[in-house]
């Protein structure tokens, strides 16, 4: 946990600046950049990627392990990355830029839920309030691209700030944005999603795009919204895609669609919550198969997984930590 995350390739590039402590982030901050038609490489995806999911674990080791040091590293690795002019990226929305945006929003909805664990310790405040005004900057920017390719992820960070923010209008407009435009435009019937199984690599697109919606309907549970049983007049909800997507992750080779990659799949936040909330326990065997269990900590990317448990304030409230 004492390094920020950089890739291989990246480092080796940067070898002799690492040895000597300089310049660094400012090549990191080069490389991260959006810039025109010039796409990120997956190296610098995973680097991003990586940071979030970084961040996400040392705010919750921090809050349930009781131990500041996690909290002052997550701070570090914020500024470095964000808030240090000498350091920290700038982001560029291009709507062409598909594969990126979709990385660099799982991301930084991993860092919004991250702050609701950092914002409980003191020595965070001032930086939470610097990342407060980053992500009003970025939800303001994609709040202009309604229409945009990655419409999914869009509204699911959209809501993340708006819920974290308490911004009620921008959260119910995106509790209608997903009913209206998403599930009502994007789900067959079948629960299958043609614009995400027209991709080469149709399952990828498909489970990124399923975590983008269960998030969101995650987020709106926990505001008393139960879009995990909303329904289309046609009859079409989130059950649907689980129920497609179910025999597909208890074996793999099973799916029709195009798949150019190798991925690895993990265990699966629809398959959890389709148990939890709509009761579709034959999901629970297959996301037990699919959880590895060598991780000493899970990956769930797209969310800071125990800042959605229910019951969270009332455990902070309980038992006040030490550096209280």
Not at 7 to 24: D, F, M
Not at 77 to 93: E, V
Not at 216 to 224: I, V
Not at 297 to 313: K, T
């Amino acid at each position: 946990m004492g390094f920020v995350y950089m890739s291989p390739k990246l480092a080796e590039s940067n070898r002799e600046k690492i040895r000597l402590g300089k310049g660094v982030w400012g090549t990191i901050r080069d490389e991260l950049r959006f810039c025109g038609d010039k796409h990120l490489t997956e190296d610098q995806l995973n680097d991003f990627h990586s940071m979030g999911t970084t961040i996400c674990i040392l705010a919750n080791a921090g809050y349930y392990l009781d131990e500041p040091k996690y909290f002052e590293q997550a701070k570090l690795i914020l500024t470095r990355w964000f808030l240090d002019p000498t350091t920290a990226i700038t982001l560029h929305f291009e709507p062409g830029n598909t594969t990126e945006m979709i990385s660099v929003l799982t991301a930084m909805c991993s860092i919004i839920h991250s702050l609701g664990f950092l914002e409980q310790y003191p020595g965070c405040k001032a930086l939470v309030e610097e990342m407060k005004s980053q992500m009003r900057q970025m939800s303001n920017l994609l709040r202009s691209e309604p229409d945009s390719l990655y419409a999914s992820w869009q509204n699911t960070f959209l809501a993340s700030c708006a819920a974290y923010f308490g911004d009620e209008e921008t959260f119910e407009n995106c509790v209608a944005f997903f009913k209206a435009q998403i599930i009502s435009n994007q789900v067959l019937p079948t629960g299958e999603m043609p614009s995400e199984t027209s991709h080469t690599r149709s399952l990828y697109y498909s489970l990124s795009n399923t975590d983008a919606l269960s998030l969101m309907c995650e987020l709106a549970w926990q505001k008393g919204i139960d879009l995990w049983n909303w329904k289309t007049p046609q009859g079409v909800g989130m059950a649907d895609i689980a129920q497609y997507l179910r025999p597909h992750l208890e074996n793999i080779f099973t799916w029709p669609h195009s798949q150019i990659t190798g991925d690895i799949i993990d265990d699966k936040m629809i398959l959890q919550y389709a148990a939890l909330r709509m009761g579709m326990a034959d999901c629970i065997p297959v996301n037990n198969k699919l959880r590895r269990d060598r991780y000493l900590a899970r990956e769930q990317a797209p969310i800071g997984p125990l800042a959605l448990l229910e019951g969270f304030e009332t455990q902070y409230s309980a038992e006040t930590p030490s550096w209280m």
